[in-house]
């Protein structure tokens, strides 16, 4: 079945950081998605021009409300517009959900881990803000790299009680005083602990830049995770 285009009237802008924002939408006749899955967002400008992008959702179901989040791409046709310059209340037009394979469902029980690089982040954001909503018991694990403390998404959901999800913070470049582990990129050391709290069936949750992506990806593996368990969306 074909999924139609539906207008989105924009709510509200949040920042998250410096460039990064959260997109509130409006989309009447929204049908509802699963967390983990993303949308296209289209743009038209005044002589037809038309731009397609995709951006993962935030939140899990809300009525037609739907969050997207938007790293701003120098140079970029579509997300620095969208991040910074759709005036609230102006519509643009998304599609979707689309994506049926990077989803968690409520009803699943095993331990999960959850691995974000950068904005990949959003839709692991979903999958956290729906596993509070249901109060699941589902152990969450997440490693999320960023550059420094000024790239974090979503400071104040992460930063809740919650004993169900354990949050650890990876800095690549620069990391706050005090922290133990010097700045650097994903390491097999930073995920045998983690994968060792798994069970033979927990699924493993990798977005972000393809780079990250690939790169823990294969760590999991040398780590002893099934890569039939590792599920992975990238961009760039």
Same mark, same amino acid.
């Given at each position: *079945? ?10 509200? #802008? +949040?920042?998250?950081?410096?460039? @990064? ?7 009447? =006749? ?5 967390? =983990? ?20 959702l935030? &939140? ?14 120098p ?14 209340g @102006? /519509?643009? +037009? ?9 989803i ?12 974000? =690089? ?7 954001? @979903? *999958?956290?803000?729906?596993h509070?909503?249901?109060? /699941? ?6 490693l999320?790299?960023? #550059? =420094? ?15 169900t ?6 800095y ?6 005090? &922290? ?5 990129r994903?390491?097999?050391a930073?995920?045998?602990? *983690?994968?060792?709290?798994?069970a033979?069936? /927990? ?8 780079g990250?992506? +690939?790169s ?8 002893g ?7 992975? +969306?990238?961009?760039?």
């Amino acid at each position: *079945m074909r999924i139609p285009w539906r207008s989105a009237r924009l709510l509200k #802008r +949040e920042k998250q950081t410096a460039t @990064a924002r959260s997109l509130v939408f409006d989309v009447p =006749g929204w049908p509802g998605h699963m967390v =983990g899955q993303h949308v296209d967002v289209r743009l038209t400008a005044e002589d037809g021009y038309q731009a397609v992008r995709s951006y993962s959702l935030a &939140t899990p179901v809300d009525g037609n409300r739907i969050e997207l989040g938007v790293q701003p791409v120098p140079g970029g046709e579509v997300s620095p517009y969208l991040a910074h310059d759709l005036p609230v209340g @102006a /519509s643009a +037009e998304v599609r979707g959900p689309l994506g049926n394979w990077f989803i968690w469902r409520p009803e699943q029980t095993e331990p999960v881990l959850l691995l974000a =690089g950068g904005s990949g982040v959003v839709p692991l954001m @979903a *999958m956290i803000r729906a596993h509070r909503q249901v109060a /699941s018991a589902s152990p969450f694990h997440l490693l999320y790299s960023v #550059r =420094g403390p000024q790239d974090l998404w979503y400071q104040n959901d992460l930063e809740g009680q919650d004993s169900t999800l354990d949050v650890r913070l990876l800095y690549t470049r620069q990391a706050p005083s005090g &922290t133990v582990r010097a700045p650097s990129r994903l390491k097999a050391a930073d995920l045998g602990p *983690m994968v060792g709290r798994l069970a033979s069936d /927990s699924t493993v949750y990798v977005c972000g830049p393809t780079g990250f992506v +690939e790169s823990a990806s294969d760590l999991l593996i040398n780590a002893g995770q099934d890569p039939a368990t590792i599920r992975t +969306e990238r961009f760039g």
